[in-house]
């Protein structure tokens, strides 16, 4: 199960918050899989992730609630699917890491995401992989609440259009490969570099 987190509704889409729901639609489009399905407060759609001859089924999940309380959503789906959380790889914006960075960390704590606080409550473990999408912090002394809710600048843009790309690589490669191979391969590099395709450069 993919999971990306955002808040509903145009008005947050283009938000730095929504960097989750981005990098989702991304990979659903990539792979042509709908989330056309309404399900336990998400669109979900299910497919298939192919890449260099290899395949894996996978559960898209953009969840419907807002941001707190994503876990209300999540929990129930990843039961219904039989999904265990170790199995589940959630993508969301990060404030304490630099401005267009990608970490993927296989678990732990919240970290002070609201989103990922709600999952762990909810799924009762903190052993699901992350995909943490570095927003960087506010300017001056701008209200962290009011800056993730802006949408990405132009200028931002030249940095995230790449990273989306990266991001949907690094979770593909996540599901074909595992979280090892994922962490070596992507943690550690800025946004845009080697984007697109990863997986299929990496197979055989």
């Not at 890449?51 to 994503?70: C, D, E, I, Q, S």
Request: aromatic letters at 6%; charged letters at 25%.
């Amino acid at each position: 199960m993919i999971v990306g987190l955002g808040n509903p509704g145009p008005r947050f889409a283009a938000n730095r918050h929504n960097i989750g729901f981005q990098c989702l639609e991304l990979l659903a489009r990539r792979h042509a899989i709908a989330l056309d399905k309404m399900q336990n407060k998400a669109m979900v759609g299910q497919g298939w992730v192919r890449a260099g001859g290899r395949h894996a089924k996978v559960l898209l999940v953009k969840p419907l609630t807002y941001m707190n309380l994503v876990g209300e959503s999540v929990a129930p789906l990843a039961r219904f699917y039989q999904v265990e959380p170790a199995q589940i790889l959630v993508i969301h914006d990060d404030l304490d890491l630099e401005s267009g960075r990608l970490r993927l960390r296989p678990g732990g704590s919240s970290g002070g995401q609201n989103g990922i606080k709600s999952l762990i409550e909810r799924l009762g473990s903190q052993e699901f992989a992350r995909a943490r999408v570095g927003i960087g912090r506010p300017p001056g002394r701008m209200d962290p609440a009011a800056y993730v809710l802006q949408d990405f600048t132009a200028d931002e843009e030249s940095i995230f259009g790449p990273l989306r790309a990266r991001v949907a690589d690094a979770a593909e490669m996540w599901l074909l490969d595992g979280m090892d191979i994922a962490m070596n391969r992507f943690n550690g590099d800025k946004s845009g570099e080697k984007s697109a395709g990863a997986a299929e450069r990496t197979a055989g």
